[in-house]
């Protein structure tokens, strides 16, 4: 089951002044974990289940329940807690850790969040997600989208899903009997002088985007391929860029 909360509770439990007064490090966090648990309040609601025989794929952008970190616009500080980022909902999910329900959280008030990765296949690292302020359509300017680069340029990747349902039902079905969640991957660089570029990650397409940045001679540009490395591409070139300025 999951939980609405109402951020606007939360904002009329917690006070600025009740802040101003946690005076030592156990009493800040104390005050944050009140802060969370306060985001726990709210009417019941249901998670809506497909009909067919499962679902393959996935609506989220991590499956895991990751350590999160909201950011509100409050200000208000708020303890770590498991988060999941429901990218065909376009919501946040929160898993309390004294309940065994997940919550749905009413992120109204929440400008961005990070998602601690454990060691893997990578070094153990943070996933940083944004509100899509410079989104061409304005529709998309509430979505998160993940910043893989942030410097004088920076490099976005936009999640995006779609649910296609089951067809195994009359006469002229596909036979189908499996929902289906399709990703599609939008990458962008934003450029200092705030225009958005769509770019596939590929040095012709990010050379185009981005001339001034000379990345053909760039160390590693030639065989990057990840997003990873492109990150690591960008932040050498883009450092440099900045301190020749």
């Known amino acids: 089951m999951i939980l609405r909360i109402s951020l606007a509770l939360a904002a009329a439990l917690l006070t600025t002044s009740a802040w101003a007064q946690q005076g030592s490090i156990s009493q800040a966090g ?118 893989l680069h942030a410097g004088n340029y920076t490099l976005l990747k936009r999640f995006g899903k779609k649910l296609i349902k089951a067809d195994y039902q009359g006469a002229y079905s596909s036979g189908e009997r499996y929902d289906k969640i399709d990703d599609k991957v939008t990458y962008y660089l934003l450029r200092p002088d705030k225009k958005l570029e769509p770019v596939k990650l590929n040095l012709k397409e990010l050379q185009a985007a981005a001339p001034e940045l000379k990345l053909k001679g760039a160390p590693g540009a030639s065989q990057a391929k990840s997003e990873a490395e492109w990150a690591a591409v960008l932040a050498a070139v883009d450092t440099k860029a900045a301190n020749t300025k």
């Open 30 to 147: 104390t005050a944050a974990q009140a802060n969370v648990d306060a985001l726990v309040n709210g009417a019941a609601a249901v998670l809506p289940r497909g009909e067919a025989y499962g679902t393959i794929g996935t609506p989220y952008a991590d499956n895991r329940w990751l350590p999160g970190h909201l950011h509100m616009t409050t200000g208000v500080p708020l303890a770590p807690i498991p988060l999941k980022y429901d990218v065909l909902n376009r919501r946040l999910l929160m898993m309390p850790l004294n309940r065994k329900d997940s919550l749905l959280l009413d992120d109204r008030r929440v400008t961005s969040f990070e998602l601690d990765v454990p060691a893997g296949l990578q070094p153990a690292h943070q996933r940083v997600f944004r509100r899509f302020l410079e989104a061409p359509e304005p529709s998309q300017r509430t979505e998160y989208v993940e910043v």
